[in-house]
């Protein structure tokens, strides 16, 4: 072989392999996106099923199945994803066996050549001949290896014929293999499509029962107004107390010590990397002013997020740091707010409290229970960031925050 082909050899290995390690790769990807949106539409089913024992529909059912239905079109995304790949590796594994099927075909031809030369040459005494003929030592010593070279190669031949075989066969078995996961990844897929034309059906189902009830969620609104107001007023009375303290009647900021701003400046480095305010949840209602997801025409406010989680969940803390005030809202359950230094932040819709005003917390404690509205069958935890006096979108500083 030319060193030119033999380059060219090296190189088509090289591809093939590197081509199998990103295919490796790409799956052991898709396994675990698909695996993780499994565990998510599982969660969010879970805590449907908690809404559902109320009999009444809720806006916290419409979100939870809305981000569902998201959930199950990235699955059917990813499961097709994963058939176009498969259908990659079917074709290489059919292109690898049309190669081995000729090159058996070609060791075979060459055998079998051998063979007949061999059975010519059958004779030890044309073999002796053939050696004796030579016309010095030197040509009867490279006859005399010729033969035995030969010999060893049509031995080597034969070995190559029944590895290649075994080769072949391998890819064969491969083959029907993948095109078993195939037909299962195209059953699957199709699975889900029937379970997201039910889901789809079911969110237009509590839209259109919710949508006749525009009247009462029109009180609901207000009265969420109202909680959130209260919360607020009682929010900015702690931190005026905290700032009339330190000025002792004075007037200005909050003032940091040093260890308030090495703890700023720790929380700050942590932004988009916080822990969730709860260890397992979905978030179902955002930051700011947004569209009512029903009603039409009417924008709804939030200066947190609210995250739906299982029945008796607990909240916990995003960072270490002094709970500044333990609040009370008659009706509405507690709230615990927690100081970072410069940063507040705050847990609502709480039923118990498992801390106090003063105490020393640290990242992922404890921090209270949170409450379940038994007309809903939702539990949550209201969450709020504060820099100051103004609020900020969690969103920016909870880990993979959706």
Not at 235 to 244: G, L, N, S
Not at 376 to 398: C, D, I, R, Y
Request: hydrophobic share 35%; glycine share 6%.
């Amino acid at each position: 072989m030319s060193h030119f082909f033999r380059l060219i050899f090296i190189l088509i290995v090289a591809f093939s392999c590197n081509s199998v390690v990103y295919a490796q790769k790409s799956r052991t990807a898709l396994e675990k996106q698909k695996s993780k949106i499994k565990k998510e539409i599982q969660y969010k089913n879970q805590l449907l099923k908690e809404t559902k024992k109320t009999k009444k529909k809720s806006l916290n059912q419409l979100v939870l199945i809305r981000k569902k239905i998201k959930n199950r079109e990235n699955l059917i995304s990813t499961l097709r994803s994963e058939q176009e790949l498969t259908d990659g590796e079917i074709s290489g594994i059919k292109s690898e066996i049309e190669r081995k099927e000729l090159e058996l075909v070609a060791l075979k031809d060459e055998y079998a050549k051998m063979i007949y030369h061999a059975y010519k040459t059958r004779s030890s005494y044309d073999k002796i001949m053939f050696v004796f003929a030579s016309e010095d030592f030197n040509q009867a010593y490279k006859r005399l290896k010729y033969l035995q070279q030969y010999s060893q190669f049509r031995q080597a031949q034969a070995e190559q014929i029944s590895i290649t075989k075994s080769q072949l066969d391998s890819q064969i078995t491969m083959l029907e293999e993948k095109k078993v996961a195939k037909e299962l990844l195209i059953n699957n897929k199709q699975e889900e499509r029937n379970t997201l034309a039910e889901d789809i059906g079911e969110k237009q189902k509590i839209f259109n029962e919710l949508n006749s009830k525009e009247k009462e969620l029109k009180s609901e609104i207000k009265n969420n107004e109202k909680e959130a107001r209260k919360l607020q007023k009682a929010i900015q009375r702690i931190i005026d107390e905290e700032i009339k303290k330190q000025n002792k009647g004075g007037k200005g900021g909050y003032v940091l010590t040093p260890e308030a701003k090495a703890l700023s400046s720790n929380f700050e480095n942590n932004k988009g990397k916080l822990p969730w305010p709860t260890a397992k949840g979905v978030v179902t209602a955002y930051y700011g002013e947004h569209w009512h997801p029903v009603l039409k025409g009417i924008k709804i406010k939030n200066n947190g997020v609210d995250i739906s989680t299982d029945s008796g969940g607990k909240a916990r803390a995003v960072f270490d740091g002094e709970v500044s005030g333990v609040i009370v809202l008659p009706g509405s359950g507690k709230a615990v707010m927690v100081r970072h230094g410069a940063y507040i932040s705050v847990y609502a819709n709480l039923v118990d409290v498992f801390v106090q005003k003063g105490d020393k917390i640290e990242t992922k404690q404890p921090i209270g229970k949170a409450k379940t509205n038994p007309q809903k069958g939702q539990t949550h935890v209201h969450f709020e960031l504060w820099k100051g006096q103004t609020t900020m979108n969690p969103a920016s500083w909870l880990y993979q925050f959706k």
